[in-house]
Structures are given as structure tokens and as C-alpha cells.
């Protein structure tokens, strides 16, 4: 298992930028693809962006291409997700995990964290 601590969320405007991070503990973190994944209120979890073990190759949801990047450092154990021109509808609580596959995993492989909220207002 990996131990998984989000942070960064807040209260924003639309229109904004925020960064979260995720610090990954338990296990070598550079032998695993990552991914962000989020939970809106009343709504199943859904990925937004995944990222490959070394970084190269990157994948996104539709709803967010071109306006989030998802990065990592291995030498820090942590995962980034820069998050420009917000929406109302990025509204949720944010989670990280080590992932089977890069496109579209339907979950993650470890227990999830708690998160972190992001609330965007309109």
C-alpha cells in the first residue's frame, strides 16, 4: 500500500488557478503511473489526469484539456495538478492514487486519502 496526502485545495473565483500536491509514502513512487481524481457533490468519483511513471506521457479528461497540467517529481515522492481557468463545475473534493493504466482508470490501486476540496465560485 501507499499512504496518499492531498493538499493545496481552497476557495477560488472562476477564473482561477490553484495547485494541488500529493505526497505518496509506503512504496517506490517512481515505479507507478498516477492519477487525480475528483468527487463532486452527489456524484460518483470520475479521473481528471493520469501520468506515466516517468512523466513522459500524460492523459486527461475532456473537461479539463488545456486547462489543467498534471506533473510529477520522483526525487520528492509527489505529484502536482496545476489547475488554470477554473469553473464552478471543478467544484469537488480531489484525490490522488497509483493507477493500473493510463487512459481512464476507473479507479485507483490504493485506499484513498482524504483529499482535498476545491470550491470555485461563479
Known amino acids: 500500500q501507499v499512504q496518499l496526502v492531498e493538499s493545496g485545495g481552497g476557495l477560488v473565483q472562476a477564473g482561477g488557478s490553484l495547485r494541488l500536491s500529493c505526497a505518496a509514502s509506503g512504496r517506490p513512487f517512481s515505479n507507478y503511473a498516477m492519477g487525480w481524481f475528483r468527487q463532486a457533490p452527489g456524484k460518483e468519483r470520475e479521473f481528471v489526469a493520469t501520468?506515466?511513471?516517468?512523466?513522459?506521457?500524460?492523459y486527461y479528461t475532456d473537461s479539463v484539456k488545456g486547462r489543467f497540467t498534471i506533473s510529477r517529481d520522483n526525487g520528492k515522492n509527489t505529484v502536482y495538478l496545476q489547475m488554470n481557468s477554473l469553473k464552478p463545475e471543478d467544484t469537488a473534493v480531489y484525490y490522488c492514487?497509483?493507477?493500473?493504466?493510463?487512459?481512464?482508470?476507473?479507479?485507483?490501486?490504493?485506499?484513498w486519502g482524504q483529499g482535498t476540496l476545491v470550491t470555485v465560485s461563479s
Open positions: 501520468i506515466s511513471w516517468s512523466g513522459v506521457s500524460t
Open positions: 492514487n497509483r493507477i493500473s493504466r493510463i487512459v481512464a482508470p476507473s479507479t485507483g490501486l490504493d485506499a
